[in-house]
């Protein structure tokens, strides 16, 4: 399942968050889309950074009575879960209690402001302060998640 992932789309999609806070806005008219933009590729990273989690824990994962399941009862993969079914997941088997308070509700936030892509419907589009923020706390979550990956066993024979 790891081989399968996409490491050099993630790498561009990071590039891509710093290019939208850090490329000045050239006109008003422009900055809904660019926050638009800058809370979707964010969300991207954040759904990415979880499954990636869940399949280096796949055994783990898959063995969960809290894991995904379709209407049909089968375990979705982790490759296959949108940002919700992941933050739910994380809150019932991943997550410590003293994890959940801040990581839990700060993925809801970031979702929420990520699905203010669907134009059709009003949504919060949060402010250049909330985004940057975000992405800080987003570093933090790497870290962390980092520290919670199993270390690859090598076999150099």
Same mark, same amino acid.
């Given at each position: ?7 050099? !789309?993630f790498?561009? *999609?990071?590039?891509?968050? +710093?290019?939208? @806070?850090l &490329?000045?806005?050239r ?5 809904p889309?660019?926050l638009?933009?800058?809370?979707a ?12 989690f869940?399949a280096a824990?796949?055994r783990?994962y898959?063995k969960d009575s809290?894991a995904h399941?379709n209407?049909k009862?089968?375990?979705?993969l982790?490759?296959?879960? !949108?940002?919700e079914? *992941?933050?739910?997941?994380f +809150?019932?088997? @991943?997550? &410590?209690e003293?994890?959940k308070?801040?990581?839990s509700p700060w993925?809801?936030?970031?979702q929420?402001?990520r699905?203010?892509?669907?134009a059709l419907k009003?949504r919060?589009?949060?402010t250049?302060q909330?985004?940057?923020s975000?992405?800080r706390?987003?570093f933090e ?7 919670m990956?199993?270390y690859p066993?090598f076999d150099y024979d």
């Amino acid at each position: 399942l790891l081989s399968q992932v996409r490491l050099d !789309s993630f790498g561009s *999609l990071a590039t891509c968050l +710093d290019l939208t @806070i850090l &490329t000045p806005i050239r006109s008003k008219k422009e900055e809904p889309a660019r926050l638009i933009l800058g809370w979707a590729n964010l969300g991207s990273l954040l759904e990415c950074t979880l499954q990636i989690f869940l399949a280096a824990w796949l055994r783990d994962y898959l063995k969960d009575s809290n894991a995904h399941k379709n209407k049909k009862g089968a375990i979705v993969l982790p490759q296959d879960l !949108s940002l919700e079914p *992941l933050r739910v997941f994380f +809150d019932k088997s @991943i997550w &410590t209690e003293e994890q959940k308070q801040p990581w839990s509700p700060w993925i809801l936030e970031v979702q929420q402001h990520r699905n203010a892509i669907h134009a059709l419907k009003p949504r919060s589009l949060g402010t250049w302060q909330e985004l940057e923020s975000a992405v800080r706390q987003y570093f933090e979550l790497l870290f962390m998640i980092n520290g919670m990956l199993p270390y690859p066993d090598f076999d150099y024979d």
